[in-house]
Nanobody, 128 residues
Framework: EVQLVESGGGLVQAGGSLRLSCAAS????????IGWFRRAPGKDEWEGVS?????????YYSESVKGRFIISSDNAKNTVYLQMNSLKPEDTGVYYC????????????????????WGQGTQVTVSS
């Protein structure tokens, strides 16, 4: 059974850091892309934050988090991490990881993961 489990969310002050984890089971990252997405409170839209391709190792970040967030993977643990530094109140939201098959680059366009696998989400709250 394929499963993604996020963890690491919490409450932090602006300027602080959190590290989110996305632990996968039932598949390995070799031919999957992992994306991180968030939904702000009271908003319906999804925002793609970052992605990692297990196929070619590519990593991408949205402009809103570039330079502050770092995506990484630990193949031995079958886990992808999102290190979030210099957090801002506007980073508040529920963060989700998702996985989709890929033979190359990753994308953080949410539509590309519609047929993929999703975790249950983890809440991140950044206070001002």
């Amino acid at each position: 059974e394929v499963q993604l489990v996020e963890s690491g969310g919490g409450l932090v002050q602006a300027g602080g850091s959190l590290r989110l984890s996305c632990a996968a089971s039932g598949f390995t990252f070799d031919d999957y892309a992992i994306g991180w997405f968030r939904r702000a409170p009271g908003k319906d839209e999804w925002e793609g934050v970052s992605c990692f391709s297990g196929s070619d190792g590519s990593k991408y970040y949205s402009e809103s988090v570039k330079g502050r967030f770092i995506i990484s993977s630990d193949n031995a643990k079958n886990t992808v991490y999102l290190q979030m530094n210099s957090l801002k109140p506007e980073d508040t939201g529920v963060y989700y990881c998702a996985a989709r098959k890929t033979s190359g680059l990753c994308t953080y366009y949410v539509g590309s993961y519609r047929g993929g696998y999703w975790g249950q989400g983890t809440q991140v709250t950044v206070s001002s």
